[in-house]
């Protein structure tokens, strides 16, 4: 069966930085668009950005954009989002999920998440 693991998440300062990672398994990653999301206390889930399964293409939302960086290794399927100059509102539980090619809207297959907490 497909398995997103996420993990790296953690308390961090604000300012500092973390890097995600999300393990892919059961799926030909390579075809499949990953997107990370967030959902903070009290808030719906966002999407943070994603990255399209061909050529790299990035997409970020604009709170973190130029903060945050999504990268994959289809060799490893594993994608990545770095995360630099943390702001307390940055608190979520982050997701990764993973969206085969070709298509848009609606993300199939979704990590447990990994809580990410910023002290401010």
């Known amino acids: 069966q497909v398995q997103l693991v996420e993990s790296g998440g953690g308390l961090v300062q604000a300012g500092g930085s973390l890097r995600l990672s999300c393990a892919a398994s059961g799926l030909a990653f390579s075809m499949y668009d990953m997107g990370w999301f967030r959902q903070a206390p009290g808030k719906e889930r966002e999407l943070a950005g994603f990255?399209?399964?061909?050529?790299?293409?990035?997409h970020y939302a604009e709170d973190v954009k130029g903060r945050f960086t999504i990268s994959r290794d289809n060799a490893k399927n594993t994608v990545y989002l770095q995360m630099n100059s943390l702001k307390f509102e940055d608190t979520a539980v982050y997701y990764c999920?993973?969206?085969?090619?070709?298509?848009?809207?609606?993300?199939?297959?979704w990590g447990q998440g990994t809580q990410v907490t910023v002290s401010s």
């Open positions: 999920a993973a969206r085969k090619a070709g298509y848009s809207g609606d993300y199939d297959y």
């Open positions: 990255i399209r399964w061909n050529d790299g293409f990035t």
